[in-house]
């Protein structure tokens, strides 16, 4: 249970106790009051010293100057005045129905083969909480893995209070082709469970879009490629799973209903046919070409790379595997650049899930800028850029009037030191305080 430390248990009763309350009583709508040192407000390039942040119920009333702040009299007040306040953060890219499956103990397979779902449910709404603790306030979540619609569940006991979490945004099943999903590999006699969806041809593909939209899906999720190699000329090669044609009757039925789609696309065929096939967000992208970043950019499409997942646990150098997993690193980092010097849309996505929950998520942050994305563009991409992909311009991802009043606070510059944002230490979501640690 190394998922569960003592702090993090501590906060959970706290926060229990307080959805217990909110159930019993119609949301409070006192105002609080934040006083900010600096204010980073998630749109423009300059922070800004000695801020006042007015929240009434579950929205941002105002943001001024604390020399001019009206504060409203009864007025809780919240010290933040040594902290760096910026908005709840958001990651673009997660699976709460995923553990960082160690292979030790049966890795991918053993999740969907032997674990309950009651179980891994459970495990989810720890990661939603891990992920609420580490000031996201808001993830895409990418698929459940074979856990069916349990996302659409952990989101609705957030959203009734019930257990702390995130806002999400949920795919619900994900959806794949025949041989473009574990599990794999065992007899041809047995019917295997899937992590995936899958369908052939564009009417099983409709109709799967239908079922998961119905179901609750606020995104569609579709893998275009699956595994990888190091092909015949070096090049980072994978299997293309969905047909241009499958993929559009996916994207025409998701847009009919306003809904968007993300594609895991590494490279090559595959990376084509989601370009060509309209979807609206690029995950992963490892080997992007100058031509398919053109097409990205004409077509609006957004970029959600997740760097820092393909640096952890290389197969040996001389492996096929190792020169494999080291290419995948090399070609992201070129197709990172070459996408942040055309302007391409990025946004911050960390795969977690793939990274065990333990480990920080705000560390792809430091990839990000390792690789040349300046830090307040980094803060960006995990808050208003987030939030226009998310069409949720204005409601999140933002400190300004009107937003929803998600708040996190960091003892220094992120500006100077990207890795202070490893270190949230305030949580408030919709007007409501998750974790107060400052120090
Ligand atoms: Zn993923």
Redesign the pocket.
């Known amino acids: 249970m190394r998922l569960v430390c003592r702090a993090g248990l501590a906060i959970l009763l706290v926060t229990s106790v307080a959805a217990q309350e909110k159930q019993s009583a119609p949301q409070s709508k006192t105002y609080t009051v934040i006083r900010a040192g600096t204010l980073i407000d998630g749109k423009s390039d300059q922070p800004r010293r000695d801020q006042v942040i007015v929240i009434h119920g579950d929205r941002i009333e105002s943001v001024s100057d604390a020399a001019s702040a009206k504060i409203p009299p009864e007025a809780n007040v919240i010290d933040l005045s040594k902290a760096v306040v910026l908005p709840g953060l958001i990651d673009s890219?997660t699976?709460i129905f995923l553990q960082g499956e160690n292979p030790a103990e049966g890795g991918y397979d053993a999740n969907i083969l032997k674990y309950p779902l009651s179980l891994r449910a459970a495990r989810a709404t720890v990661a939603a909480r891990r992920a609420l603790e580490q000031g996201f306030t808001t993830l895409r979540d990418?698929?459940t893995e074979g856990a069916g619609y349990g996302d659409v569940g952990i989101k609705e006991a957030i959203e009734g209070g019930y257990i702390p979490g995130p806002r999400l945004f949920v795919v619900t099943r994900a959806i794949s082709t025949t041989g473009g999903y574990p599990l794999e590999g065992y007899a041809p006699e047995l019917e295997m469970p899937k992590g995936a969806q899958i369908v052939d041809g564009p009417v099983e593909a409709r109709k799967a879009t239908r079922e998961q939209l119905d179901h609750g899906a606020d995104w569609i999720k579709v893998y275009m490629t699956h595994r990888s190699w190091v092909g015949k000329n070096g090049e980072l090669a994978s299997q293309p799973t969905l047909t241009v044609e499958e993929l559009k009757a996916i994207v025409d039925e998701a847009h009919g209903w306003g809904k968007k789609v993300a594609c895991?696309a590494y490279s090559g065929t595959g990376l084509q046919r989601a370009l060509d096939g309209g979807c609206d967000s690029i995950?992963h992208g490892l080997q992007i070409s100058d031509s398919q970043i053109a097409q990205m950019l004409k077509q609006g499409t957004w970029y959600c790379p997740?760097i820092s997942v393909y640096y952890t646990d290389w197969s040996p150098a001389d492996a096929p595997d190792g020169q494999r997993d080291r290419l995948r690193a090399s070609a992201h980092e070129e197709s990172f650049k070459k996408a942040l010097k055309a302007g391409v849309k990025i946004v911050f996505g960390t795969?977690m899930?793939?990274i065990p929950w333990t480990e920080p998520i705000a560390q792809e942050f430091l990839k990000m800028t390792e690789l040349g994305m300046s830090p307040m563009e980094a803060i960006r991409s995990a808050t208003s850029r987030a939030a226009d992909m998310l069409e949720m311009t204005g409601k999140i991802g933002v400190l300004a009037p009107g937003a929803y009043a998600d708040v996190v606070a960091v003892p220094g510059d992120p500006v100077k030191d990207i890795k202070q944002l490893e270190d949230v230490q305030f949580v408030m979501k919709g007007g409501q305080v998750f974790k107060s640690e400052m120090k």
Do not use: F, K, P, R
Request: net charge negative; hydrophobic share 10%.
């Open positions: 890219h699976h990418l698929e895991h995950e997740t795969d899930g793939g």
